[in-house]
């Protein structure tokens, strides 16, 4: 089959019907689509398809932009998410992927 998201961190607990977890220490997640989340505190609720982080999360999407936040609400693949406080980004090459069409830069 085709692998899906792979989690690692230090330590992790679940309940018995696997509904929900909770991973913590050097926690480590790689999406299907190459995007890399890193924190020290991680759960998942399987019912809302919803992941939260109440510590600082880094994200590294596929085009090489590094989000980081105190506080993190995402969707279960991580394709939407949203940071509570403390946001800083680096976007590379942003101007060349806007396109030269682009009247932002003018």
């Known amino acids: 089959g085709v692998a899906g998201t792979r989690i690692l961190a230090d330590s992790g607990s ?14 480590y997640i790689k999406t299907r689509k190459g995007r890399i989340i890193q924190t020290e505190k ?8 919803k992941v939260y982080s109440d510590t600082y999360v880094k994200i590294i999407t596929e085009s ?27 976007f590379p090459n942003f101007r060349d992927r806007a396109g030269d069409d682009d009247d932002f830069f003018n």
């Open 14 to 27: 679940t309940n018995s019907s696997k509904e929900n977890f909770t991973v913590w220490s050097n926690v």
């Open 42 to 49: 991680l759960w998942w609720k399987q019912e809302e398809a």
């Open 64 to 90: 090489g932009d590094i989000m980081k936040g105190k506080g993190m609400e995402a969707h279960e693949s991580f394709n939407t998410w949203s940071f509570k406080e403390d946001v800083t980004g680096y």
